[in-house]
């Protein structure tokens, strides 16, 4: 079984920062592409950023210049650091891992389960 698990979410004031971890346990054999995706209140899930394997980066809308997403392959982990946050970030951050497990002969899409960033303004 694989277990995508999130943190470092939070309250922070306009202009703050926030980092995000989120770590992929349970047998694994490769992990290709991790990204966060978000839901703010009302609205559609949408993708942040993501990054390969190779640590290729792509950035969505707002999220240019003022997030950075990173990997630790070593550890399955991935990261991002929100600075300068804005009310309009708020939302349900959820990590998102592209990976191969014994069990499935393709890869497949395993999800964390949302941690809430709150940006008050």
């Known amino acids: 079984q694989v277990q995508l698990v999130e943190s470092g979410g939070g309250l922070v004031q306009a202009g703050g920062s926030l980092r995000l971890s989120c770590a992929a346990s349970g047998t694994i054999l490769r992990i290709n592409n991790m990204g966060w995706y978000r839901q703010p209140p009302g609205k559609q899930h949408e993708l942040v950023a993501s990054?390969?394997?190779?640590?290729?980066?792509y950035y969505v809308g707002s999220a240019k210049g003022r997030f950075t997403i990173s990997r630790d392959n070593a550890k399955n982990t991935v990261y991002l650091q929100m600075n300068r946050l804005e009310p309009e970030d708020t939302a349900v951050y959820y990590c998102n891992a592209n990976l191969q497990t014994p069990w499935r002969n393709y890869d497949y899409d395993y999800w964390g389960q949302g941690t809430q960033v709150t940006v008050s303004s």
């Open positions: 990054i390969t394997s190779g640590g290729d980066t």
